[in-house]
């Protein structure tokens, strides 16, 4: 028997996570076609926005506008990052139905980041998440540096097991395991997860990977071994990495889910409509995005066929998306 899952659950991060770290002004309808194109593609859960103070990131200022864009959106959960109460309140105002909330498995990087130690950031996540309970909201967690912290350096297995466990008590469905610094390997991988499965159900366990080492598909494959079914993931690969400009930063959706289509895993999206969304969003970005099947596919001269052509039978198709591979 295989050792793989039949399908996974790919979280699109891109419109938050990725945007977060993109310097040019998007428009909000801009933001707002965006999220429409993924769901298009099959993604059934995209965090689209944050409720941090505008004044720390411009760029998702516009959060309630690109939530009342998407009301009427169906069939797709949408979520929004919420920093502290503050943020909760408006949270509840937009009717988003589901929130994630963030810490970390360091210390260093919670103070720095958060300015305040993990325990007093996880006291601060048990308010938030029972009054977002009490409002029929669910709660994602994050958990970042869950490997590698810029000051502490490698991140002890057990300190985040406290940190996720701490998340799953006080109500949240998910965690998620981000490895900040995008510079973990496989064995890694294995080592928390070894920690993790014992103590935790593995099924409330999610993989946030970076591509800044390109270890990130190596890290999912160790991920899926020892069964996780649930990774983050940015279209095109949006967003870079805040610690090393220049460089890539989110594992690319496009990257993610052909390495899952190709082995016969089912994730429910559909590439070409994937990169359709990808290369919507690049028009907007001045830069090219850094997903590897995004390039390949831009290499080959590929490009989105007209929508009054949906229904033809000669289509152009993506080279990697044929589907009799
Ligand atoms: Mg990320």
Known sequence: ??????????????????????PVPIPTEVKIGF????????????????????????????????????????????SALVPNERGLA????????????????????TERNIGMPVEASLESFRRVTQEAAAAGMSVRGYVSTAFYCPYEGPIPPAQVLRVAAALLQMGVD????????????PTEVDRLLET??????????????HDTSGTALANVLAGLQAGVTVFDSSAGGLGGCPFAPGAAGNLATEDLVYLME???IETGVSLEKLAEASLFIEDHLGHGLSGKLLQRLRASGWTPAPATEVAATNRTKPACADSSS
């Open 1 to 22: 028997m295989s050792v793989y899952p039949s399908g996974v659950k790919v979280v699109e991060v891109g419109p938050r996570d990725g945007l977060q770290n993109e």
């Open 262 to 264: 190709r082995m016969g």
């Open 90 to 109: 408006r949270a509840l105002r937009s009717g988003v139905r589901r929130i994630a909330v963030f810490t970390a498995a360091s210390e260093s990087f």
């Open 174 to 185: 998910e965690v998620s395991l981000g490895d900040t610094l995008g510079v973990a390997v």
């Open 35 to 78: 999220v429409r194109k993924l769901a298009a593609a099959g993604l059934r859960e995209i965090e689209v926005t944050s409720f941090v103070r505008p004044d720390r990131v411009p760029q998702l200022a516009d959060a309630e506008a690109v939530l009342a864009g998407l009301a009427d959106l169906p069939g797709t959960r949408l």
């Open 196 to 209: 993790l499965r014992g103590e935790l159900p593995v099924e409330r366990l999610a993989l946030h990977f």
